[in-house]
């Protein structure tokens, strides 16, 4: 196979052409490919060019113009409000946090020379010295304590403040030394330090639009919803950044985002439309990095209510997805089949043991039957606020309908969609970005009293373990208890998992230094101060 | 005469301001009857009632919707536009740019547009029935069935990235020389011309070819005028109503209406900013945009009153 | 469409215009012959479509015209050709639905006010350029969260949104006609408000507002699909021919039938709604007369 990525090549067509020719029926011919992974191997083609100029010593010089997917006028340069992919890349290129993960998905330290605990309740961050914000202050303890600090304050609207809840009290040790308490012990403190939420603003910031941190560039230009541009920050306290100035705005229009890569306009185009990658054949000059972090979009049951209360129903729904054919065909192979539990096979508790449930509808018509719901219409909601869900649930629809079950399938506003009925309607769809630890990812949704318990699964069971994981810095323990909660959650809860979304970003080849990010694309959103171009 | 018209202009602009105020206050009641508030949209996902309860307070967004309307109201009475909700900012700062943006665009667009639709919708009438007549009708109705990011993306593809002649973006920020606004503006020029072409095409037509048939037309041509001069003295100033009306119509649209040029271009103009406002509930800004363009679209259209009136002797 | 040589169209005009009375020109004949074939088409195609509209049959995506997909496959690889054949149940009835009350309303109201002038037209002149103020997609949206979705309420919606269009040109027309010495002669016969529209200004007024109901309809035509995408309207799978581009779009660099072939549907139906306008017999205005 050739480092070309692509979903599926017309060299193909020959095999298929002979399969046809022996009497295969097309869908005969659809269930063969998806069952020997044939899509899947061409879709999974290698995407490691980005990789491959990591040896390459950095240059020096040149101006970054890059496209993100969303803005609005709501952008912020305020990390606790950070929402969209836009806002992130904005705050790593001016801010920095205390710890930040690698490629690997281990934490290292960035702003903090260490932290620890004997306890895993209290906390010691050590500062790194010599460290100034854009203005020429000195990075203090007190501006760590004010950036965590202001997460608890209801007034910031932080994204995080469930998170942030935990860290009961501060305090300034010295002018380097600040002590975290906890309400109860979590071993993931310095993972969850690693959030782009919690990077580190100036003691005592109201104006947030001027961006003064400690980060890769300085503020120029920043006009919500149009553009902003960064200056190279020459005392910055790390290698880099190789560019002079970082241009960033945001082209909503997949192809308009991808015309403007190839005709030159800008060097890097974020999240690329799967179904765009055959404009890259054959071209040559542009180079596409492909990273699957573990977000997805699930189908929610709410078991409290409607048909989600019928347990053959939920059953019979597990088995109704075509996981393998959403992989293929609404996500072009970008993406890697869900087992419907929400760890993604890119995190270290990963269950690999946990199979997905096979494409079943002899047996999901058993269970409808059961459940007396075949003949009855059943309101399924989807929107384009939850991506590729209108494909996922038209699939789903059309699999319903071959053995009986309506499915009426609901395209709804994306404006308003996570406020109106997200959580809320009896079934919809979902997505969810990756955290970090997977303590965060069961008590925001599967625990009982979780925030977002997308399908209102309780189970004493889980909320116990999840305690129990929680406390432990037993590693070989832990992953015990993760391996059997993600089963508890895949066979019990409501929430389908068809698959993990990869993300595609494609740049100009001339731009080096792209790696493959676990936090997300655009290298976890920190790709300004680590690219450099090769001229 | 003169006096009729100016009575009228003053007229029209105290109902005008009526006008404002209606419309001021349709859109409040849409925007409240929308799901959803500004605090629960900025929070997003992760809003719950207690982080949303204290934003909203954080943001002064507790006093009852209608009265923060009535004091923006009464803001702008004294000229202050408000600031923005969602991101704390004037909201003068905000569209300041960005609407003169739109006007450059919407003016450049105008006049290339019109002249073109004028020509072409009277030439169209005076050749009616001919195949030149058949040809413009056809291109024009099949031009303007072709969806509007259809055409943008078109364009693009053959200009920008294949042909490689233009910049697939609209960056007027680097604007410095007569041959940059050539290539920054060409292609949403063209994209826009597409799209309010037609309407002034169409309807210049069908004006003409009605008034074509008037017997004091036909009386005319009974003396013996060509046919040019037909159409030129005669038809064409008693079809000035209806045509002025549609070239107002037509281009109210590239004030308000040109959200897909501006995403394909990402050419910042107000209607985005709009589309931003309502999807944020950030209603001070909804409020000066919906402004911006009723205050716009009523400009067009009493011109156009004024113009039809001064067109035709009776209505004088 | 299959082009019917030149004179078979003058004898089915002649045929024609021995049945109705009015006289319809080949051109016109041709776009009547393509609107009813799409209506045929819009009636019949559950029958006829060879595949089920949400099914997925190519592994292929944007997939070429071929002997098993005669219209290649979309964005998902469903079968191009049923989506279209099912889209023009949509596209041709919503919109010929809603062109047709917002011509009506439009027209009758801005008729009614320029006859009878006063604070009547003010009133109705304002409040439709306030309706008009307001931003569709705010319109939509509201229309959404407050009375949901389904396809009455999308056809009213996009009726709404293009009556004050409809409206203030239809109002332009008669208020030059209303200034004849025929209408003062009728108004001092003392007839009735509804007799002066119907009887003297309409007739007057029929071609240039035949001419705005076609472009009404492309517009509307067009509107449809993004009402659609707000959540307003036609439910997946199902789609209409706007919102089968829109969904394509994608293909567009790689000139795949699934938006090529979709536009030329919208624009044949356009195109050919129009000619017929075009080539109405002009003398259905005398007719009326009598």
């Known amino acids: 196979m050739s480092d070309k990525i692509t979903n599926w090549t017309r060299s193909d067509d020959a095999m298929v052409e002979g399969a046809i020719r022996r009497g295969a029926s097309r869908r005969d011919l659809m269930k063969m490919l998806l069952a020997s992974g044939v899509a899947l191997s061409a879709g999974g ?87 100034t914000f854009h203005d020429g202050k000195d990075l203090t303890a007190d501006d760590v304590i004010f950036s965590l600090q202001r997460h608890l304050d209801k007034a910031t609207g932080s994204k995080v403040a469930k998170i942030a809840a935990q860290m009961q009290s501060f305090k300034a040790v010295d002018k380097t030394t600040v002590e975290i308490t906890l309400v109860a012990p979590n071993a993931d403190l310095p993972t969850i330090l690693a959030m782009h939420h919690f990077m580190i603003v100036q003691n005592g910031t109201t104006d947030f639009s001027k961006g003064i941190g400690t980060g890769a560039f300085k503020r120029e230009v920043f006009e919500p ?74 189908l929610n049951i709410r078991l409290d209510q409607g048909f989600g209360a019928k347990k053959e129903f939920v059953e019979g729904m597990k088995y109704l997805v075509n996981r393998e054919q959403i992989v293929a065909s609404a996500l072009r192979g970008l993406g890697v089949v869900g087992n419907d539990q929400p760890i993604s096979p890119a995190n270290f508790f990963h269950n690999a043991d946990l199979k997905p449930k096979a494409f079943d509808p002899d047996k999901a018509k058993f269970l409808f039957d059961k459940a007396g719901v075949l003949g009855e219409t059943i309101p399924v909601i989807a929107s384009e606020a939850a991506n590729a869900s209108v494909d996922m649930a038209m699939m789903i629809q059309a699999a319903g309908a071959e053995i009986g079950l309506k499915l009426d399938v609901q395209r709804v506003p994306s404006d308003g969609y996570w406020d109106n009925y997200w959580l809320k309607a009896p079934i919809h769809f979902g997505n969810i970005n990756p955290r970090p630890t997977l303590d965060i990812l069961f008590s925001l949704l599967y625990s009982s009293d979780a925030p977002w318990n997308e399908s209102q699964y309780k189970s004493p069971k889980f909320d116990k373990m999840l305690l129990e994981a929680r406390a432990s810095l037993d590693q070989d323990k832990r992953r015990q208890l993760y391996a059997e909660m993600q089963v508890m959650v895949a066979d019990e809860a409501g929430t389908i998992i068809p698959a993990y979304l990869s993300n595609v970003d494609a740049t100009t080849s001339k731009l080096k230094g792209l790696e493959p990010s676990p936090l997300g694309g655009q290298m976890g959103y920190a790709f300004a101060e680590n690219v450099w171009f090769d001229a | 005469m003169n006096k009729r018209i100016l009575s009228l202009a003053a007229n029209r602009l105290a109902i005008a301001l009526i006008t404002l105020v ?72 905000l569209i300041g740019g960005r609407f003169v943006n739109t006007l450059k665009l919407a003016a450049i667009t105008a006049a290339i547009a019109v002249p073109l ?97 008037t017997p004091y037309v036909e009386m005319a041509l009974l003396k013996g005028a060509s046919r040019p001069r037909l159409v030129l003295r005669h038809a064409l100033p008693n079809a000035l109503g209806p045509i002025v009306n549609a070239v107002a119509l037509s281009l109210s649209y590239l004030l308000g209406g040109v959200i897909i040029v501006e995403t394909i271009f990402n050419y910042p103009g107000i209607a985005k900013l709009m589309v931003d406002a309502v999807a944020t509930r950030d209603l001070p800004l909804i409020q000066t945009c919906a402004m911006i363009f009723c205050l716009g679209y009523l400009t067009l259209i009493t011109l156009a009153d004024i113009l039809a009136i001064l067109s035709n002797p009776r209505l004088r | 469409m299959k082009r019917p040589p030149a004179n078979t169209i003058a004898v089915l005009g002649t045929k024609f215009r021995g049945r109705v009375g009015y006289r319809v020109n080949p051109v016109g004949l041709i776009g009547l012959a393509i609107i009813v074939a799409w209506t045929v088409v819009a009636l019949t195609a559950p029958l006829i479509i060879p595949h089920s509209v949400g099914e997925i049959v190519d592994f292929d995506y944007f997939g070429p015209m071929s002997r098993t997909l005669w219209l290649g496959s979309d964005y998902l690889g469903r079968d191009m050709l049923s989506r279209i054949l099912m889209g023009a149940r949509y596209t041709v009835g919503i919109s010929l639905a809603a062109v047709a009350i917002a011509c009506t309303c439009g027209v009758v109201l801005g008729m009614t006010a320029a006859v009878t002038g006063g604070w009547v037209d003010t009133i109705l002149s304002r409040l439709l350029d306030a309706l008009n103020s307001i931003p569709s997609k705010l319109f939509g949206l509201v229309v959404v969260a407050a ?61 240039p507002v035949l001419a705005d109901f076609g472009l009404r309809f492309v517009f509307i035509v067009l509107l449809l699909s993004g009402l659609s995408f707000l959540g307003l309207g036609v439910q997946p799978p199902y789609a209409d021919w706007g919102a089968l581009v829109r969904e394509n779009i994608g293909g567009l660099p790689y000139g795949a039938p699934a938006v090529i072939v979709p536009s030329l549907a919208i624009a044949s139906l356009t195109i050919s709604v129009n000619l017929f306008i075009d080539n109405l017999p002009a003398k259905i205005r005398d007719k009326e007369e009598h």
């Not at chain 1, 005392?235 to 991808?258: C, L, Q, W």
């Not at chain 2, 697939?168 to 949403?188: C, G, K, Q, W």
Request: neutral net charge.
């Open chain 1, 45 to 131: 083609a290698v995407f490691g060019r980005a990789t491959s100029a990591l040896a390459a010593t950095p240059k020096s010089g040149g101006a970054l113009k890059a496209a993100g997917w969303s803005s609005s006028t709501a952008d912020t340069l305020d990390p606790a409000k950070a929402s969209l992919s836009t806002d992130y890349v904005r705050c790593c290129a001016f801010y920095n946090r205390l710890t930040i993960i690698d490629k690997d998905g281990v934490t290292h330290m960035e702003l903090a020379e260490s932290i620890e605990s004997k306890d895993a309740q209290t906390w010691t961050v050590k500062l790194k010295t010599g460290v």
């Open chain 2, 22 to 93: 209606i419309v001021s206050f349709a859109v409040f009641f849409a925007t409240t009857l929308l799901p959803g508030d500004t605090a629960t949209i900025l929070l997003g996902q992760s809003a719950t009632p207690e982080a949303v309860a204290g934003l909203r307070t954080a943001m002064h967004l507790d006093d009852p919707a209608i009265l923060r309307f009535l004091h923006w109201l009464m803001g702008l009475a004294q000229g202050d536009l408000g600031t923005s909700y969602a991101n704390n900012m004037p909201v003068a700062a």
């Open chain 1, 225 to 298: 919803g149009v553009r902003s541009v960064g200056l190279r920050n020459t005392s910055y306290f790390k290698d880099g950044p190789h560019v002079d100035s970082f241009e960033y705005f945001a082209i909503s229009d997949d192809n308009a985002r991808v015309n403007a890569l190839l005709s030159g306009d800008i060097h890097l185009a974020a999240t690329i439309n799967p179904r765009s990658l055959r404009m890259f054949e054959g071209v040559d000059g542009f180079t596409l990095s492909k990273t699957t972090s573990g977000n997805y979009t699930n």
């Open chain 3, 147 to 207: 009375v949901g979705s389904s396809i009455p309420v999308l056809i009213l919606t996009l009726s709404v949104i293009y009556i004050p269009g409809a409206y203030r040109f239809a109002r332009a027309l008669a208020v030059n006609v209303n200034t004849m010495d025929f209408v003062l002669v009728a108004r001092i016969r003392g007839e009735s408000l509804f007799y002066l529209i119907r009887a003297e200004i309409l007739p007057n007024i029929l071609g």
């Open chain 2, 117 to 213: 639709a004028l020509t072409l919708g009277i030439t169209a009438a005076m050749w009616r029935g001919s195949v030149y007549d058949r040809a413009v009708t056809i291109l024009t109705i099949g031009i303007i069935s072709v969806p509007e990011f259809m055409i943008a993306t078109s364009a693009v593809l053959i200009f920008a990235v294949y042909l490689k002649w233009l910049p697939a973006l609209s960056f007027t920020n680097e604007v410095s020389t007569f041959y940059d606004i050539l290539r920054v503006y060409a292609m949403p020029v063209l994209t826009l011309t597409f799209v309010v072409s037609a309407q002034m095409i169409r309807m210049t037509r069908a004006a003409v070819v009605e008034t074509l048939s």
